[in-house]
């Protein structure tokens, strides 16, 4: 067995790993190349091969770091005792929101639309795995608490989509447009108060051919800025029990 790395040594490899993710989201993958990695860190390129031996690697370290990151999250919600449905089902979809609002996961976000299908085509990544296993976890949940009678007898695999439905259609919607505010506040997830990501904006405004911004109206604007946040509350409130 090699020697534990220093604490230098796991920085630089925490630094190329960074700049890999940010050169990945701005360029894609196949746009970066090693040597753009290493100008980014200031290292020699010859530098970044004691760490990842190809650029699979870094692309592959990403990904496992990602996951285990999001697994480890969620276990920590559903290994609790679940007393109060809704508060949980609450603190799983605030997670989630504040989760696609931080830079990193944005970021991971952007790569893998970018490159996903054709990094899967080469067997690079599987795109159906990485979208399954969050929502098998989910579905294990909703199982659990129809058989204790503690929702109604409908298929878990259409609680899981009701529930998160929503939520990815939010991040979509965020990921490709900025001419709204985002959600300002929990929109009764849990009284007032700051919300996931107040005030943040991404991308520039769509634009039309002739250039101008595009709009919409205010009515559209804040139908899209609050739906997540209400479906998933709506979720939460109904009666599901038997």
Same mark, same amino acid.
């Given at each position: ?29 196949? &746009? ?10 200031? %290292?020699? #390129?010859?530098? =970044?091969? *004691?760490?990842? @031996? ?79 296993? &969050? ?10 608490? %129809?058989? #204790?009678?503690? =929702?109604? *007898?409908?298929? @878990? ?86």
């Amino acid at each position: 067995m090699g020697r534990p790395l220093r604490t230098e040594g796991r920085q630089t490899r925490q630094a190329i790993l960074d700049a890999a993710l940010k050169l990945f989201a701005e360029n894609g993958y196949y &746009g970066t190349s090693l040597r753009d990695i290493a100008s980014a860190v200031g %290292v020699r #390129e010859s530098a =970044l091969y *004691n760490y990842f @031996p190809r650029k699979e690697a870094l692309f592959d370290a990403l990904i496992v770091a990602d996951t285990e990151y999001k697994a480890e999250r969620l276990a920590a919600v559903l290994e609790d005792p679940i007393a109060d449905i809704r508060a949980t089902l609450e603190r799983l979809a605030m997670m989630a929101l504040e989760s696609f609002c931080a830079p990193r996961q944005e970021q991971l976000f952007r790569m893998v639309m970018a490159d996903g299908m054709r990094l899967a085509r080469e067997g690079r990544i599987n795109l159906f795995e990485r979208m399954s296993s &969050g929502l098998a976890r989910m579905r294990e949940l909703m199982q659990r608490l %129809v058989l #204790e009678g503690r =929702l109604r *007898n409908v298929d @878990p695999e259409l609680l899981v989509m009701e529930f998160v439905g929503p939520l990815l259609l939010w991040r979509h919607l965020n990921a490709i447009r900025s001419d709204h505010p985002l959600i300002a506040d929990r929109d009764g997830f849990a009284g007032p108060g700051p919300g996931p990501c107040p005030g943040l904006r991404r991308y520039p405004p769509p634009r039309r051919i002739d250039g101008r911004a595009a709009s919409g109206s205010d009515n559209a604007e804040e139908t899209n800025r609050v739906s997540a946040a209400r479906r998933c509350r709506r979720f939460a409130t109904e009666d599901r029990t038997l």
